[in-house]
């Protein structure tokens, strides 16, 4: 086994940057491509104050298209976008935004995999995935900052939101 030495700051300031890769967008034409750079820690921050606001009861809402425009927009080196960009970069296909996305994350040493189980998990588990949606539309909170709330509550917002989704069904697929 090889001895580890502990690198200097100069080695680490040098080394430690976010790297960048260039991908294929294929959606563009052939040979199209972008350069993708992975997140720093100044990136992940910005995106965090950016997408998470306080509402007037001094809770957090956080806002999935202001993260993905961010995320986008820090993730893409060349060409360079910008807060003017805005405007047409939320009519681009989600598949190419998710490709980026998972591009720089992964060039910052994460691993968009983990978020992809989660996601797949509350595909799986509806009962949790509506307890998540619930928390966030009818208390405008996340599950954890629920104290207040007692479980007789949640669970009578729980039993209409599944009887709202089973009559929606009923309205959308009539039975001949």
């Known amino acids: 086994m090889t001895d580890l030495q502990i690198v ?12 960048t890769e260039i991908i294929a967008i294929p959606e563009l034409g052939e040979g199209a491509a972008i350069r ?25 809402i956080h806002d999935p298209k202001q993260d993905l425009l961010l995320s986008l927009m820090l993730a893409v080196a060349e060409p360079a976008l910008s807060i003017n960009d805005a405007t047409w970069l939320l009519d681009l296909d989600i598949g190419l935004v998710t490709r980026i996305i998972n591009a720089a994350t992964r060039l910052s040493g994460s691993e968009p995999s ?8 509350m595909r ?9 949606v619930i928390c966030a ?5 996340f599950p954890s900052e629920l104290s207040d709330v007692t479980e007789e ?23 001949d």
Do not use: C, W
Request: net charge neutral; no cysteine.
């Open 114 to 121: 983990a978020f992809e189980a989660m996601k797949e998990g």
């Open 8 to 19: 200097t700051k100069a080695q680490l300031q040098e080394r430690g940057q976010p790297r």
């Open 137 to 141: 539309e009818t208390f405008g909170r």
């Open 153 to 175: 509550e949640f669970n009578r917002y729980l039993a209409a939101a599944e009887v709202e989704i089973e009559e929606r069904r009923q309205v959308e697929t009539p039975e």
């Open 124 to 132: 799986k588990n509806l009962y949790l995935r509506r307890m998540y």
């Open 36 to 60: 993708v750079r992975g997140y720093s820690l100044a990136d992940a921050a910005e995106i965090r104050r950016a997408s998470i606001s306080t509402n007037a009861d001094g809770h957090s």
